[in-house]
């Protein structure tokens, strides 16, 4: 079965750790993304690759970072530099590196940092 | 102002009752999605769509470019159908969410 898979789905953490999120895709697409979501906000898009080994920051990409050595892997760290990682933090691909068109969205991971 | 906003932001319905679901953006846009989360948290697409409206089953989604509005309607609806529906604008080459609209559909 083709999707993205995302683990773990609950991470906890205690504060000044760095912690990586895990998102994987068999589908062959070539653009990956992270968005976050928080209670009462739409997704808000932190890190984007259209393609492997680059990568473009989004709207919220301070305190985190990512890397994409190979097409199917698009690996999110949250550093401590990140002021409120508290979150659930979903990952996406799509076959079209040059539009947002049709976006496969994973199960999420839902961070908690004490 | 968000670009992207839903209406209502709650709503609860009886089982069998019609849903309707609206969304109003202000940028200018090539697309737009129709998406349903789960409580578990995962994403899934029912739509997307740049002119008309489309039908999947029990769901019809239209859209208005002039007026810059869509609306998600839910024929019959079924208590499965709770969920938290977003809708998202493709403005080249990102897409912009709205906060969602959590739905409760009670037998």
């Known amino acids: 079965d083709g999707g993205i898979t995302q683990s773990p789905k609950y991470l906890f953490r205690k504060e000044g750790q760095n912690v990586t999120l895990s998102c994987e895709q068999n589908?062959?697409?070539?653009?990956m993304y992270w968005y976050r979501q928080d209670p009462g906000q739409g997704l808000r898009l932190i890190y984007y690759s259209q393609i492997v080994n680059d990568f473009q920051k989004g709207d919220i990409a301070e305190g985190y970072s990512v890397s994409r050595e190979k097409k199917e892997s698009f690996p999110l760290t949250v550093t401590s530099a990140q002021k409120n990682p508290t979150a659930f933090y979903l990952c996406a691909s799509s076959i079209d590196p040059r539009s947002a068109y049709e976006q496969y969205f994973g199960p999420g991971t839902r961070l908690t940092v004490t | 102002k968000n670009e992207v906003e839903q209406s209502p932001q709650n709503l609860t319905a009886q089982e069998g009752e019609f849903i309707t679901i609206n969304c109003s953006y202000s940028v200018g846009i090539s697309a737009l999605h129709w998406l349903q989360q789960h409580p578990g948290g995962g994403i899934v697409s029912l739509f997307m769509l740049s002119s008309g409206k489309k039908k999947h089953g029990r769901l019809i989604a239209t859209i208005n470019i002039q007026e810059k509005h869509s609306s998600l309607h839910i024929t019959a609806s079924h208590p499965r159908d709770s969920a938290v529906y977003i809708c998202a604008v493709i403005d080249t080459d990102k897409l912009i969410f709205g906060t969602g609209t959590r739905l409760q559909v009670f037998p």
């Open positions: 589908l062959n697409h070539d653009a």
